[in-house]
């Protein structure tokens, strides 16, 4: 992909530590407009360090990420108003009612009518029943869907979601996951996200991208990889291929082995 249409990150490294490996290994993707592109992994695999790379939060040791053709290392301002990110693990203030906090944000994003652009997006996720009712009231489901909503305020181009769903039960996942295919179809949004849930990997995204111990694994659409895995459902796909990248490293994961179909 071009470097002026969405995102381009190539070859991204980041080492935490001399005495460990990368946490991130020369890891390639794009995503454009109305894309939305699944990070998935096992826990350490490196899906963090990279999203906060993409954000410019964290500066790569080598590696290149543009943004809206920006180099968003050098460049982060010009592109900040235009991405936006959520994470369950991103707490708002509890003692704020649902609507002061996204007021707050409002002011903070520099929103040019903040008030409409707050009851707008208080309709769009089914918050304005909850608008009085405090953040430290609320249900996990309420908060996270909150967090995207408060990340969808600022009308970003480009968002990230760390695994927005992972703390969720299956209900208020389902709500969560409807609301952001809404949202990506009417908005031309493009959507960076990780998660541990691969049957919600493979009715969210467009193209998925494996990653373990910092390494590509693969990257392609849910048919693609289950063709090259040789798997019926992404399930399989992703013990298979987290699997064979542990024995290509040399490491055993006995326990992973033999539960794989296909
Ligand atoms: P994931 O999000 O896939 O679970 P992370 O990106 O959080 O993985 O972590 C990847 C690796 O980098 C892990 O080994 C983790 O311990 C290490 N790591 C992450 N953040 C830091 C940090 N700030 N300092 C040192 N090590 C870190
Ligand atoms: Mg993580």
């Excluded at 899906?47 to 943004?67: C, E, R």
Aim: proline residues 3%; charged residues 25%.
């Amino acid at each position: 992909m071009n470097e002026g249409d969405g995102l381009v990150a190539r070859n991204l490294v980041k080492r935490f530590s001399k005495d460990r490996p990368s946490a991130v290994d020369n890891i390639s993707l794009s995503v454009s407009r109305g894309e939305v592109l699944s990070i998935v992994g096992p826990n350490g695999a490196g899906k963090s360090t990279l999203i906060q790379m993409l954000l410019g939060l964290l500066v790569p040791d080598s590696g290149t990420i543009h943004l809206f053709g920006e180099d968003v290392t050098r460049h982060r301002r010009r592109i900040a108003h235009r991405i936006n990110y959520a994470s369950t693990d991103l707490s708002l203030p509890y003692s704020l009612t649902v609507r002061e906090n996204l007021d707050v944000f409002a002011l903070v994003y520099d929103l040019p009518n903040p008030r409409r652009a707050v009851t707008r997006i208080l309709e769009t996720f089914s918050l304005g029943d909850l608008a009085r009712i405090r953040v430290g009231k609320l249900s996990t489901g309420q908060i996270a869907r909150l967090g995207i909503a408060k990340a969808l305020l600022s009308s970003p181009e480009v968002l990230f979601l760390d695994e927005p769903t992972a703390t969720l039960d299956p209900e208020a996942a389902q709500e969560i996951r409807v609301l952001l295919q809404g949202h990506v179809r009417n908005s031309g949004l493009g959507l960076v996200y990780t998660s541990h849930n691969m049957r919600e990997v493979e009715r969210l995204s467009d193209r998925i991208l494996l990653i373990e111990s910092g390494r590509m694994v693969a990257e392609g659409t849910a048919d693609e990889l289950c063709r090259k895995f040789e798997s019926s459902d992404l399930e399989s796909v992703f013990l298979k291929s987290m699997s064979e990248a542990r024995e290509s490293q040399g490491i055993t994961a006995s326990d992973q082995k033999g539960s794989v179909c296909g």
